[in-house]
């Protein structure tokens, strides 16, 4: 599973599970607390839009369960879609867990369906932070989550973290990152606490994070992520060498994914679509033979270009020296073959540097 | 731009019936105007008039009958005069109205100068006010009979007596001659008309004279070009004849002269003491402008009528399009707006901030806000204006003068031998318990006192000699906020006074910025220079690097505040492969960026132009 570039075809399913527990204070996404009498009738629609599916999918290289909370539903209806999929051979499954719900049954489960890859929701390893973050976990069932997972002889782990609370120090994030590392994970997703409308945190603006301390504790991060060994390969994402995240590598280059489930994203062919937002319009779409898909766009050649670069330049890929103009110049350095790519400070700032792209170049 | 106007078959809309043929007898003529404070009542009054008099049917009448520009109506102000022609018991009554506003005090002179009266109208729950009683002594002066009236006395809090007896102290009428209606019930409004008609005098005026009719507004339409306002003083204005512009100096053919009842109505002639409009072919309005004096080609008057004044703009800025490209239709938009307002001027200039726009000069604060309003709301256009400044005169070393209305325009302080700044005589009317805020407010915008007399034990009139400089400002609002509106505010032109004066410049990053640039007095250009770097600090977003933002006066540096660099602007998650989305909100940010003017290299949101300049004192 470790990334091979872009030699072989590579294809994505992501699978959304849009069911969670509790919602936390910061969350937008596309999940209920309030339906897991739909979980049985969500999962068997999922079943048949990935048996439908399948008859004209190449082989999938990657599959990414997501949520919600994947682990809330049983192992072996994950399982079931996986099962309709033409997987290829080698191919990186992903399962996004909460740790209050992590058990060595659970993570035993995965491993015989062929999941190689668990994606931790460990966002802080402070209590005080988590209670903040409207999270239910601890830090304790991090650490026994990350046992479970090793136990069950699952290959891959990659730890989820959210930093910029205003409840969170300075020094209590350099506590998160040194017991993270502690963990030995192959892969760390961290990403900076975003204030959505309508969310708990959002609509309080004395909850709202500081940019400036954002930024102090996104250095601190990539300086302690990098002397521990992990690679920053993208805008929020730290691997160690050849354990970059094959599936999520597929959006930065814009390469081909289908999903399965509500609020799921496809891009397939040029074209962008995504499905109903509600699993109950899901449902029903499936079991009427209707399309799930809501909206789409398909981008015209100069458009896709912008696209291409604008993803680039989230990655240690980087864009051509001549994409950008000078007057960023000292937030970009060096990646190789005329290429250029953001700097620590320079990714802080990377939608200033994306503004810019496609302006020629003297200024 | 008003409506086109109706052009309305004759006998459709006609409650005197009829064509119309030959002139009225002026004995029978009335012609006035009501002065009155904003909301004291004259639109209901108006209304009520016209219902009464039968001129408007009830069905036909709609709320606030002649405040027709949309600007007016939301406003509540009337800005161009209109007048109208009723008939009341065997009269014929023109009912002139006049701009509601100090920035246009040379209108309402004109106005006046077609009146053989006025009727004062003093809301009876708050007394006379300012401008309203500076009105009142133009009146007195021409001579004008003053038909005192209070309105509405259907209110609980109406003192009739107490308003009555302070309108004798100020005015010198006597109470027992103060009417008391409510434009609103109707109440006492035909005892009003009646009073008109006995009180007022009807005009004199010879018809077999040269012709003599003053023009008291025009306006532009799209249709029919310039539409005068006019009252003939002497002779016949005949529709055909050749007439003679005295002032601007143009011959034109009188395309169409008529009356407004209120329903435009034709005729072949107005003779003396008759008000109505004409229509010569006319394509500009500062060809016929308020104040001229209309005669015979064939047969001239020896001299115009007296009065005439060019008014002269007091508050000049600069405006720029916010979108370069836009500049030759602002430019064309102003040329159609002159149109319609001579008393706006305008002249290319060049902003190294800014680009290309123009220098504009204005009546006064509210003229400007206005002219400026028309243009975005009129021509779709997005404009930046730069701070108000007012002209002012420069001797050099050499001894040359030098007007000066734009700050970056102002000789190198060591070539300057003296600035001097127009002054305004301000008068404040306010209730006496708010003498010392008012005080206080004048003293801190450099003004001395010239007088203080009390109308009544609760009102006091305080007089000052204020620069015009810190009353273009906030002074009104401010005027208004510290004495909780009570308080009402006259000006008058003052001559100018040499006074100690800098020019203090804006720099961002290092560079200085034209369009912020200020002239202010010695003592005032510290707090001043602290309070725009601060304010600017707060407007301007945090950029890729420091921003310092220097106030400075010649090469000194007196304030100073830093934006710091920004730090993090970055989308953190992707969601699900939910590239759209991301791309969008680039997107959105892209737009951001051109509602903001490159100053350098720093991006100036072009609010920041705007909330800058309106700095509160
Ligand atoms: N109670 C009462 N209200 C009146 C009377 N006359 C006018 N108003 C109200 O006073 C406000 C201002 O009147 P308006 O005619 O627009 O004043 P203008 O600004 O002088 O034209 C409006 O709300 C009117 O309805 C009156 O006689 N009695
Ligand atoms: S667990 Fe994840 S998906 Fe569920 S509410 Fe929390 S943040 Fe949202
Ligand atoms: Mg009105």
New binding site residues.
Partial sequence: MTDTGSASPSFGIYCHIPF?T???D??A?A?WTDREHLIDDYMASCRRQARELAAELPAVTSVFFG???PNLVAPELLGEVLAELPLAGGAEITVEC?PDLVTAEQMQSYEALGVNRISL?VQSMNSGVLDALG?RHDPEMVAASVDAVRRAGIGQLNLDLIYGSRAESVSDWEHTLARAIEFEPDHLSVYGLTPEAGTALGDDPSRHPDDDDMADKYLLTDELLGRAGYEAYEISNWARPGARCRHNRLYWRQGSYAGVGCAAHSHRDGRRYWSVRTPERFIAAISNGTSPVAGSEELGPDERRLEALQLALRTSDGVPAGALPHDVGHLLEPAGEGRLKLTARGRLLANEVAVRLGLPSAR | MRPAMPHVPPAADIPNGGARTGSTSAASIRNFSIIAHIDHGKSTLSDRILELTGAVEERSMRAQYLDSMDLERERGITIKAQNVRVSWRGHTLHLIDTPGHVDFGYEVSRSLAACEGVVLLVDAAQGIEAQTLANCYLALESDLTIVPVLNKIDLPAADPDLYASEIERVLGIDASEVLAISAKTGEGVEALLDAITERIPPPSGDPDAPLQALIFDSHFDQYRGVVSSVRVMNGRLCAGDRLRFMHAGGQHLSEEVGLRLPAVTPTDELGPGEVGYLIAGIKDVAQARSGETVTSAAAPADVPLAGYDDPKPMVFCGLYPVDGDEYPDLRDALAKLRLNDASVTFEPETSGALGFGFRCGFLGLLHMEIVRERLEREFGLSLIATAPSVAYRVRTDDDQEVEIDNPSDLPPAGQIGEIAEPMLNVSVLTPSAYTGAVMDLCQSRRGSMTSMDYLSPERVELRYEVPLAEVVTDFFDQLKSRTQGYASLDYDHAGYRAERLVRVDILLNGESVDAFSAIRHRDGAYPYGKAITAKLAELIPRQLFDVPIQAAIGGRIIARETVKAKRKDVLSKCYGGDITRKRKLLERQKEGKKRMKAIGRVEVPNEAFVSALRLEQ
Wanted: proline share 0%.
């Fill in positions: 969670c509790h919602r936390c910061y969350c996404f999940t949520g919600g909370t909460n929701g999270r």
